[in-house]
């Protein structure tokens, strides 16, 4: 059958750039070898006979622009939290630092208390200050055809922040602005999420990673998703259907022709153009499988990341008995996470040893959006626990089964401990049990990753974040999902300016084809 567009991957990437291309009057088929759509943006229900879905996977959502939820007519719904963070002190658990959105004056004088001056917090202000101005200027155009990284430099007008940020390692201006080890790990972790990297680092992984955590909306927070990610998910299916775009799940594509044939269990369909909202490395798979070169792209994309889910009786006691745990776990908690620790982690990792202590920060949905809990728990004090563990790359949980299961084990019960290191009772205590009797508790590795949603190495963002602006000046005025082949576009996390639950490169790809 022909259709003007094939998708392949119905996540939230594949949704968006079908629910845009099927209100253009195209015809759309969207591809899923999943029963279900959402890819990583999904609510489920994670324990036998309990009654809470999830997010199971992707948690948070801070790079979905606007201008998407408005053209598609989502019914999505964010909560801004209060709390940013909540850190403990490396080496004295039971101080810690709460940064208040709400009370800048309590902020100020935790700063204050914390390193004995008020310089620090100070630095912060402004440094934090100037960073805005940066995402204020630089996200609007992820939306936009790829400019230079000079018209987006001289966008930002702040060319000393834009030389810290973009053109050396994020170490040394971490250094200069702040002093505290605390302070300095609680700007680092924003780097570091999904990203195996150094902060001195001179590939500056760990500055792009920086870049698109603090970007998002031009203010970089990051929201909670009222329903939890599914409903996010569940609203772009909602917009592709009603549009028109036909949806199969349960349909496992085998090969792509870039001549436009598209191969999949049970048939095939031709089409003008084929949206690849896959890895990148996944479609070369279907490339090869037809007999066509590959599109370049990363070579081994590596996740970093140990990802738990918890259900909780209650709130665990904090050993900083000044700080309510309820404002404490509405923001990011930081654990283990001083900027000496990051590094040692790092170092520990990179030479094959699960860290001793794995750095690790966790956040409470519920806290922010009990529908997620059914009637019987919402009434009660139980709630959600996310835990995403750092410097745990896919490397360490390498080989046979047993291997996987052992190191497995071992990172769980490091990254327990790290997390029990600041609490007054031991985070066991407080874990609901399902239908079954065992913990409320489900950990995946990298590795498993891989295997639960085809992301190579467990990548969350599908390969290394890469800048949002051209690289090359055969990019330049393209929309940054274009390849070899132009039947062929990358619309999922793989393409220029994706990573994170955005929608951005779905609604690149789209445009790419509306708009030339």
């Known amino acids: 059958m022909d259709y003007d567009d094939v998708v392949i991957g119905a996540g939230h990437n594949g949704l968006t750039a079908a629910a845009y291309l099927a209100r253009a009057g195209r015809r759309v088929l969207v591809l899923e070898a999943a029963d279900h759509v959402g890819g990583a943006a999904v609510s489920a229900r994670a324990f036998p006979g309990v009654d809470a879905r999830l997010s199971r996977y992707s948690y948070l959502v801070s790079l979905l622009p606007q201008q998407v939820i408005s053209d598609l007519d989502l019914d999505v719904r964010l909560i801004r939290r209060r709390f940013s963070s909540f850190t403990p002190v490396p080496s004295q658990p039971s101080r810690g630092l709460l940064v208040?959105?709400?009370?800048?004056?309590?902020?100020?004088?935790?700063?204050?208390?914390?390193?004995?001056?008020?310089?620090?917090?100070?630095?912060?202000?402004?440094?934090?200050?100037?960073?805005?101005?940066?995402?204020?200027?630089?996200?609007?155009?992820?939306?936009?055809?790829?400019?230079?990284?000079?018209?987006?430099?001289?966008?930002?007008?702040?060319?000393?922040?834009?030389?810290?940020?973009?053109?050396?390692?994020?170490?040394?201006?971490?250094?200069?602005?702040?002093?505290?080890?605390?302070?300095?790990?609680?700007?680092?972790?924003?780097?570091?999420?999904?990203?195996?990297?150094?902060?001195?680092?001179?590939?500056?992984?760990?500055?792009v990673c920086f870049l698109y955590h603090l970007i998002g909306g031009g203010t970089g927070d990051w929201d909670v998703p009222v329903g939890g990610m599914g409903a996010v998910t569940d609203g772009l299916a909602r917009a592709a259907v009603a549009a028109g775009a036909e949806i199969r799940t349960s349909t496992r594509v085998l090969a792509v022709d870039p001549d436009g044939e598209v191969h999949f269990d049970g048939g095939s369909a031709r089409a003008t153009t084929i949206h690849a909202a896959c890895a990148p490395a996944v479609l070369n798979s279907l490339l090869a499988a037809a007999g066509a070169d590959p599109v370049p792209t990363e070579e081994a994309p590596e996740g970093a990341q140990l990802k738990v889910n918890m259900l909780l009786s209650r709130l665990p006691r904090l050993r900083d008995e000044s700080v309510d745990p309820a404002a404490a776990f509405a923001g990011t908690f930081h654990?283990?996470?001083?900027?000496?620790?990051?590094?040692?982690?790092?170092?520990?990792?990179?030479?094959?040893?699960?860290?001793?202590?794995?750095?690790?920060?966790?956040?409470?949905?519920?806290?922010?959006?009990?529908?997620?809990?059914?009637?019987?728990?919402?009434?009660?004090?139980?709630?959600?626990?996310?835990?995403?563990?750092?410097?745990?790359?896919?490397?360490?949980?390498?080989?046979?089964?047993?291997?996987?299961?052992?190191?497995?084990?071992?990172?769980?019960?490091?990254?327990?401990?790290?997390?029990?290191?600041?609490?007054?009772?031991?985070?066991?205590?407080?874990?609901?049990?399902?239908?079954?009797?065992?913990?409320?508790?489900?950990?995946?590795?990298?590795?498993?990753?891989?295997?639960?949603?085809?992301?190579?190495?467990g990548n969350i963002f599908h390969r290394s974040l890469q800048w949002p602006w051209a690289e090359s000046a055969s990019e330049v005025g393209s929309w940054g999902v274009e390849t070899v082949y132009p039947t062929v576009r990358i619309a999922g996390a793989g393409a220029r300016r994706g990573g994170g639950v955005s929608g951005i490169p779905g609604h690149n790809a789209a445009m790419s084809v509306l708009k030339g």
């Open 100 to 207: 208040d959105h709400g009370d800048t004056e309590a902020t100020a004088a935790g700063f204050a208390q914390l390193t004995g001056s008020p310089r620090e917090y100070a630095a912060w202000q402004q440094f934090y200050g100037r960073v805005q101005q940066l995402a204020e200027r630089v996200f609007p155009t992820v939306l936009e055809p790829l400019r230079t990284e000079a018209e987006v430099a001289s966008l930002v007008g702040d060319d000393d922040l834009w030389d810290a940020l973009v053109r050396r390692p994020l170490a040394q201006v971490l250094e200069d602005e702040f002093s505290d080890d605390t302070v300095r790990g609680i700007v680092a972790t924003d780097a570091l999420i999904g990203t195996f990297a150094r902060m001195g680092g001179a590939d500056l992984r760990q500055n």
């Open 335 to 457: 654990i283990n996470e001083g900027w000496a620790q990051l590094d040692e982690a790092y170092a520990a990792a990179d030479a094959g040893r699960v860290p001793q202590l794995p750095p690790c920060e966790i956040y409470c949905h519920s806290l922010s959006d009990r529908s997620i809990l059914g009637p019987s728990l919402a009434a009660t004090d139980a709630q959600t626990l996310t835990l995403f563990g750092l410097h745990l790359p896919a490397r360490l949980f390498r080989g046979t089964s047993e291997e996987h299961d052992a190191a497995k084990d071992l990172a769980l019960a490091r990254t327990l401990e790290s997390l029990n290191s600041v609490l007054a009772e031991p985070i066991q205590d407080v874990l609901l049990r399902d239908a079954d009797g065992a913990y409320c508790l489900e950990a995946r590795t990298p590795v498993e990753l891989e295997a639960d949603l085809g992301l190579p190495g």
